[in-house]
């Protein structure tokens, strides 16, 4: 038969899977094809492709991970690659399927009759399995590979699995096992340990916004960047939840020339405007119960769930605390939001911003389950703010050892302390908290605090080997001591010895001296075997 007869005297192009007349979504229409366009899981498709030109195929492969980020389609695509001939019919396997050749497009197309898909999800039984070990006895009609793709494998019966086992682990040559799973963990350890796992991770939110960005170019769509970021962000690493909130998108935007717009996703998937949340996150930190009530109902007028508020005040939480820890702005992030994240980092302590984390999460909770969402978020929001009045733990538990009252009005302050002068170094203020019943921690500033310079009401020392929790008692019980507002500063500065260490080289010089003495050396030449073990310091004698 000629070559023109076979269609083969022009290079063969892909068949277009959207060539139809009828529209289809954007997560089906943009599934990827190659692997060169399937985002994110490039470790993966590197250890596919040595697999497959090393000749060292497994039988059985386990694709895991959350929804949306390429499971079924990478599957697929691993039978195209296994089952691949070619534009001129006499390729092998390869990380590069051609997309071109009759297994290529039945496969795409869904219609290989030896490419078999099941949804465990509708066919969980031992039954529907005894028919794949069955029908995986007998050779592929056309293709090199007999393969089963089953989908969210995790859903077959225990029998199910049991029955899947042995040939699992001895099938026969022509044939592969596909499976997909988002809950792993639910998959018997006796199946894991048959098969080749991959992890497929979420996809991160930059790449995301630009493939998104692609698909609108494509689609002839115009897109403002801040409201792809915001998609991206909505999908959480997932290709498919992200093309689908897209296609709502495009469509909200209208038919005639419409953008899509950041305001207009915002609007549409019920997120809270950002300029808003630090607004109210400042007016929640301040203590600003009225201003902090109104803008939450502000927001929750324009329709946005109050899960969703706090959701972002957690969020804005979050950051603060990269941002204390001097982790690098989040990319795209729009300078205003960055100084106000690093004013706040500077203004919270660690304890606070913990505080703030469990409120707000307990919160969220907590409106997730309410009759009355709204109000139990206020409700949320109003313990928030309360509750940054309160003392730190430690303090709290420093005022119940000392008998002072917790609630009600408060007993008045001591005026010994209040008029207490500054101490001259930090020997007299380590010697002040011995004497306050503070023996433990005086004991640890000794060994472990290096100081710089002391001078009310700061004493600043050095950050080298001083434990976080040391540093927070230390500063409370320089405030519960002298009766003031003393602020402990923590600097890179290498700092003074600490006083053990000063102690130390104030002895072995002591120690130096009285050996040089005359009375001494000349008792030391006389009894060689003689040690020095004390000495009075006032009279220098042994």
Known sequence: MSESLLGLDEPPQPRDPNASGVYRVLA???RPQTFAELIGQDAMVQTLGNAIRRDRLAHAFLLTGVRGVGKTS????????????GPDGQGGPTIDPCGVCEPCRAIAEGRHIDVIEMDAASHTGVDDV????D?????????????????EVHMLSKNAFNALLKTLEEPPGHVKFLFATTEVQKVPVTVLSRCQRFDLRRIPAEKLAAHFAEVSEKEGAEAEPEALAMIARAAEGSARDGLSILDQAIAHAGIEGGAVTAEAVRHMLGLSDRNAIRSLFGRVIAGDAPGALQGLRDQYDMGVDPQAVLKSLLETVHRVTLSK???EAVPGQAAEETAALSEWAAQLGFPALHRLWQLLLKGHDEVARAALPIEACEMALLRVIHASTLPDPGELARKIADGAPIGGAPAPAPAAPAEAPAPRDLAELVQRLADANEAHLAARVRNLVRPIRLEEPVVEVSSRGLPADLVRDFETALRHVLGKRWSLRVSDAPGQPTLNEALAALEAQERESVLKSPMVAAAMEAFPDAELIGWNRDRRQA
């Not at 005894?130 to 070990?133: G, V």
């Open 130 to 133: 005894r028919e794949i070990i």
């Open 135 to 151: 029908a995986s006895r007998y050779a592929a009609v056309s293709a090199r590979y007999k393969i089963y793709i089953i989908d």
């Open 325 to 327: 820890l001097g982790n």
């Open 28 to 30: 089906r229409k943009y």
């Open 74 to 85: 990478t599957a697929r695509l691993i039978a195209k690659a296994l089952n691949c001939i």
